[in-house]
Each structure stands twice: as C-alpha cells, then as structure tokens.
C-alpha cells in the first residue's frame, strides 16, 4: 500500500517534470528571466533560491544551508560552511515564464564571480536579512549593481525574527543606499502569532499553511475596519509615489480625480515601469525558513523584471544572428570545462561552429541546460537564455561568441550607423557601456595577498600544478606562479577565505593534502633610479664555448616593457639580431622583473632598454635568456627598489555623529579621505583610500567604533607607493623579522 502510494507520488513528480521541460523547450525570450540573487553574506540567498526551487517543483524536498543538502551550494566547502562560493546556475519555470536564476557569492574575496555574473543578467533580487537591515556587503552589490544598471527588488528576509524591523529596512534603503523603496507588501500577525503578509496593491491579508512546508497560502480579504483604513492608506501612499515617477499612472489619476479608482493592473503596469527603468524598487518581504512570502517574490520577478528583449538592446545590431557573452567558466569532473554563455541573439545549436572575441574557432560538442551540479542535455538555445557548452578549449571568461569574422564585421558596421544616426542624444556613458560589451575582456583584479603552496610530496608536485591550472580557469582572480629562489609555488588571491577554499578544494576534488604558508601581504616593487650595465658571461658547456655580452638600461616607464635602443651607435647591432634571439632574450630580461629584491614582489612601471648584445657562434638560447635575466637582477640591485603597498578604496556609511570618530580611527591608519558627502539626512558617506596592511580586523573595529551603526564597502583599487619608515617596516615584515 505504501509502495503503490510512493510510486503514485514518484509519477505524478515525473510528469511535473516532463510538463515543465516540455514548457521550457518552448520557451520564447518575452517569457524568459534572467536574475541574480544579491546580499551580504548570511541574509538568506541560499534558503530563498531553495525555496523558489522547492515551490516551482524542480526539488521534491527542502535543502537546508545547515543541514548541508541544499542544491545551488554545491561544492563540499561550500556545504561544510554554509555558504555560496561559486555561482551556479539553476532554472525553473513559474506561472509561464522561465526563470533562469544565478546564485552568487556573498563573501568579499569572491567580488570577481558577481561582476562576471551580472554581465548575463537582466535584473537582480536583493535579499535582506530583516534584523540586519543594509549591511557592508549590501552596499557593495549595490554599487555593482548600479555599475550594470540592473533594475531590482528588494525582498526583506528573516521577518519571523522578533528582532525583524521592516521600517528600519526601508529606511536603511533610503539612507544607505540613496534607493526609492515602494512597499507592496507590509508584515501581519496571523492570529497565532505567526508571519503574514499585507498585500498594499490588492488589500488582501496572505497566510502561509505550514503543514505542506507552505506550499499554499490563503488569501482573504481584510477584516477590521482599523486594518482596512490602515492599508488603503499605504496604497494611496504607494500611487502617490509611484505617479511621481510615471507620467501614465500620473495622467490616470489626474483624470479620474481619485486614487482608488486606480486599478491594480494599472499600478502593476506602472511599477514594472519604473523598476524596469531603475526608478523605483520594489520592497516584498517573508521568511524563507519558514517558507512564507517565496511565491509572491516570484510572481514580483515576473510581474517586474524586465525580458532579455527589453535589455541588451545594443545587440540588435546582430539581427537574428549568434551573440553570446561568456560569464563564467567551471570545471565538472565528468564533463570537463563547461562555459557558462548568456545567449543575446540568434540561437546556438550542437555541433556548431563559433568565433570568440580572440579570434578562434570552435565547436561546440554538447549543450546542457543549467539546474546546479546537474545538468540537462538540449539541441539548441536561443537568445535570452543560458547555455551550458562542453567543448570549447580557448574561450575564456569575457569573450562575445559570432557565428563568423563577416557576421561581427557586419554587426559592428550596423552598431556605427545606428549610433550616427542617434548622434544628438549621443552619452559619453553609453558608449563605455558599448566599448565594454563588445571589448569585453575580463577586469582580472591583482592578487593583493600570496602564500606558498607545497605538495604533500615530491611526486605529487605535477599533480598540484595541474590542479592549480584547472581551477584558474575557473577562477582567473588566483594567481600561480613559481618562486625560482626558493623552488616554491606561489598562490596569489584576494584574501584569506580565497586560499582557504582552494586548499579545500585541492583536498575534496583532487585529493592532495597541500600545505599553504602563512598570507602575506603583495607589495609591488618599482625601481628607484634608472640604470645601465653591461654583462659579460662566458662558460664552457659540454667543451662548447658559450658567451653572451649583453647592455641593458631600466627606465620607469609605465607603457613599453621592453625596448630597443636604436640611436646611430646600436641600431647595427640590433638590426643584424636574430629574431630567435631576440625573443630569448626579451623573454629573459622580462622574466627577471617577476621578482624584485627588495621583497620578492613583482617589478612594475619600468622598462628594459636593449642598447648592444653579442652573442658568441654556437652560444644555447638557455644561455642567452639566463643572461639577460643576470643582467636584469644586476640592473636593479644598482637602481633599487621602492615598494609599492595595495590599497583598498572603501566606501564607509554612518549616521552623522559618528563620523568624527571614523576619521579619527581612519588617519591613524594611513588613510587617504577623498570625500565625505551626505547620505540622506541623518548620514554622511566617507570615501576613502587606505593601504590593505593597516585593514586587518578593520570591519569589526569599524562595528566597534560605530556601535554596529556604520556599514562599510571595500575594493583592491591599485598600489602606491609609501613613505621610508613604512617601507622598511614592510620589508623587515616580509623577511619574518618583526
Ligand atoms: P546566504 O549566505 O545569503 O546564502 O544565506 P543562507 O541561505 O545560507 O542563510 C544563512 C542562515 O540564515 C542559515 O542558517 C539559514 O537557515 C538562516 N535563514 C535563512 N532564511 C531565514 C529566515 O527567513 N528566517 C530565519 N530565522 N533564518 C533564516
Ligand atoms: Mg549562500
């Protein structure tokens, strides 16, 4: 009995899925959304993605973030501490239209795969942990939301927390985030204490049953007058705001004299407007632990968000042909690589052949549709979706992929004369935006910490590298490299949870046991003053004769790494080169700036000048490129080396009386203050650049410092230069002295 009612279930579940694959095979672009979900770390992305999967019936049980089964989070480290680390791509279909959702990374170390993952969406929901309001990292996705002109929702999470104030979410909206929140929902009490929803547009109070994990909620029309009043107030609220930014809805409630004459359709209409043009953003609110409010949240993304069509209007310029934007790329252990490509125009078939932005030809073997770690083989994608492709060797993360060489030649013609013909309303923003779509290289950010990384032992060295090599594909931000004076592998990484996770994942998916050194800091080194030398070497080989002499000159120089001396007392020399040697040599000389003396760091802004060589007959390249390197690390032990810091640019929001105390705390640690500006009412906005080596603990002093007031945003924006007592403080840090 039992079994014939589990497989009765089982049934029913497949022929859900069937129906829903059928729905999404036919999916066209207006029926599509493409979202991301943001938030600072711990306000519930995970549990709200579970949820929505939950209830559009792609899970048939609920995953828990504590518990350790949930879908998105996929990775082993990600499981052990419950949280989001790659971003992964899951699709379901709700209430006819194809939700394609990418779940990003929360964590600071990780701010590369959001940026990559907001290239392939159309709009972006904002979780907010309801008792925490705007926190740090909320301000930062924000940011790079604006960066991409996303339009959003905000939904306030956590509500069944007693410490939860939604007013203190709308206006933490408002303050920190200089946001226009519209509240289409307001929290109730049910009678049994629990969790509801008022809904502001239909005025109608939402309860979720909790026996079937909320798979169903009623709704029913209100039933005090005091709750009635209330709530018509809120609505008038909401129309009086929204008019103020759309003309239609403003024009209806002009002529109908009255806002309750307004229908729902038309606010709806009206908000979707306005969202879709950044002008407003929707505020929902529920408990995605306690399964209340996810339905609603859906419905708003369909109701608001904009289609693939509505965005990405730059691409029409392809007509019906291919464009699709690489935004990731990930490592499946069965699979190989698989590029992750948010398809713009046109459609991308198995089999095909493609051009990437390099230039290179490929083919894509297979296709798969996205529901996390599973994937789901298709024929064909086409524009407004995201395509999962196996096969493609030399694309990275960034490229545009075409149909050919004539097809982007021909779109890039069309994109000219659409853009002379707009020329009156031309904006210099616009086109950065274009030159940034079409370019599109990947903004890789320098590695601002390093470790060693050793092996367990000496034969599992290769292993590691090519270890190492597969997960840089996936994650350009780490940084290998090879310390040749002290025979170690170097890992460079944006912060300490960064190597952590690779060390994990070395362990969980490679199985080596590698051991990291302690994180230092990545100074750069640039050269003091310039310098010239010549090096004469000569050694007998195997009784070959072998002997270069060589004059180099280091010049700071930020824009020619390597140049040739041609004034009338070289040019001889040089042009009678070999092209061989010459590129030995190059590759020598440049390889040699890896590594300061100084600290080891990378040397930077400088330049090598060849003035003269003479390369003796019989002489091995190997000979000619160490040459060149020797003669390089002379060069700069003559010249010396400064030491360039990395600094952070944060952005730091707090109510106007504990800016004082920020600034105080911020010049005792070598900060730069570049702006200070009002934040609404009652805060100020500091703008600031301090160097990383005086952060370490900085957020939890700033909480300190603020009574948990402030919140705080922070960025790697480049390196400089710092002053003697610093420098040498730095130095004798980095040789384990102090
Ligand atoms: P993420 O870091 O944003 O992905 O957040 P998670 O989904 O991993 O959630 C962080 C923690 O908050 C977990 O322990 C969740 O169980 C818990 N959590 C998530 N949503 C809610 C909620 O609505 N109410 C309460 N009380 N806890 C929640
Ligand atoms: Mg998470």
């Known amino acids: 009995m039992q079994y014939s009612l589990l497989s009765a279930q089982l049934r029913c579940y497949r022929l859900l899925l069937r129906q829903q694959a059928h729905f999404i095979n036919r999916c066209y672009s207006d029926d599509i959304r493409n979202i991301g979900i943001l938030a600072h770390i711990d306000a519930g992305k995970t549990t709200t993605t579970e949820r929505m999967l939950f209830y559009a019936g792609k899970t048939r049980s609920l995953g828990e973030v504590h518990r350790g089964n949930t879908v998105t989070d996929y990775l082993t480290q990600e499981r052990e501490r419950g949280i989001t680390i790659c971003s992964s791509a899951v699709t379901f279909a709700w209430n006819g239209k194809r939700i394609n959702l990418l779940d990003t990374p929360g964590h600071i170390d990780f701010t590369m795969e959001v940026e990559q993952s907001l290239y392939a969406v159309d709009g972006v929901v904002v979780v907010l942990d309801g008792s925490a309001g705007v926190e740090a990292q909320t301000v930062t996705v924000w940011t790079q939301a604006d960066k991409h002109r996303l339009p959003r929702l905000v939904f306030v999470n956590k509500m069944d927390r007693s410490d939860a104030i939604f007013d203190k979410c709308i206006d933490d909206l408002k303050a920190k985030l200089d946001a226009k929140p519209i509240c289409t929902q307001l929290p109730a009490k049910n009678v049994d204490g629990q969790l509801g929803i008022y809904d502001v547009i239909t005025l109608e109070q939402l309860t979720w049953q909790q026996n079937d994990f909320g798979r169903t909620y009623s709704i029913a029309k209100l039933e005090s007058s005091f709750e009635i009043r209330e709530l018509h107030e809120k609505r008038n609220e909401l129309i009086d705001q929204l008019s103020g930014v759309d003309d239609e809805l403003a024009e209806v409630v002009i002529s109908t004299e009255s806002f309750d004459k307004v229908s729902n359709e038309l606010i709806v209409q009206a908000l979707r407007r306005a969202t879709c043009q950044q002008k407003v953003v929707p505020v929902l609110l529920g408990s995605a632990y306690k399964n209340i409010g996810i339905q609603r949240l859906m ?74 770690d599973e994937y789901r083989e298709v024929s064909s994608v086409r524009a407004g979706d995201v395509a999962i492709c196996a096969g493609l060797k030399s694309t990275v993360t960034g490229d545009l992929l075409t149909s050919s060489h004539t097809s982007l030649k021909n779109a890039q013609k069309r994109l000219v004369q659409s853009r002379e013909a707009a020329a ?46 597969q997960l840089q594909r996936e994650d350009p931000s780490l940084r290998v490299s090879y310390d040749t004076v002290t025979g170690q592998t170097v890992l460079g990484g944006m912060g300490e949870l960064h190597m952590d996770i690779i060390k994990s994942r070395l362990l969980s998916e490679y199985k080596i046991d590698v051991d990291l050194g302690q994180l230092q800091i990545a100074y750069k080194e640039t050269i003091e003053t310039p310098a010239i030398t ?29 140049s040739l001396d041609k004034s009338p007392e070289n040019v001889q020399n040089l042009n009678a080169l070999r092209p061989r040697v010459l590129q030995v040599l190059r590759k020598g000389a440049i390889g040699a700036l890896e590594r300061g003396p100084r600290v080891g760091g990378q040397v930077v802004d400088t330049q090598i000048r060849l003035h003269n060589v003479t390369v003796g007959r019989g002489t091995a390249d190997s000979f000619v490129m160490a040459a060149a390197a020797q003669c390089v690390q002379k060069l700069l032990c003559i010249s010396g080396t400064r030491l360039l810091e990395p600094i952070m640019a944060m952005q730091i929001v707090a109510p106007n009386e504990r800016i004082s105390g920020i600034i105080a705390d911020l010049s005792r640690r070598r900060a730069l203050i570049k702006d200070v500006m009002p934040k609404g009412d009652r805060n100020k906005l500091i703008l600031v650049n301090a160097p990383l080596a005086e952060l370490s603990g900085y957020s939890s002093a700033l909480r300190t410092i603020s009574s948990g007031t402030a919140s705080m945003t922070m960025q790697p924006c480049g390196f400089s230069e710092m002053n003697a007592a610093d420098e040498s403080l730095a130095v004798r840090r980095a040789q384990g002295l102090d």
């Open 534 to 562: 010549t090096l004469s070497v000569e050694k007998d080989i195997a009784g070959s004769k072998q002997n270069v002499n060589i004059t180099l000159q280091l010049a700071n120089n930020q824009n020619e790494l390597f």
């Open 299 to 372: 419905d708003a993304v369909n109701a608001y968000l904009p289609t693939p069509k509505e965005r990405n209007q730059i691409y029409n310029c392809f007509g019906d042909d291919l464009a699709g934007k690489v935004f990731k790329i990930v490592h499946d252990k069965q699979r190989g690589p698989l590029t992750l490509v948010r398809m713009l125009r046109g459609e991308l078939k198995r089999g095909m052949r493609v051009l990437s932005s390099r230039g290179q030809a490929e083919v894509i073997a297979k296709i798969y549709e996205p529901l996390a």
């Open 424 to 469: 009156p309303q031309y904006d210099e923003d616009e086109l950065d935006v274009n030159h940034e779509l079409f370019s599109i290289e990947p903004k890789i950010p320098d590695a601002v910490y390093f470790c060693s990384i050793e092996p367990p032992s000496l034969s599992t060295q290769t292993a590691m590298e090519q270890a190492l090599k």
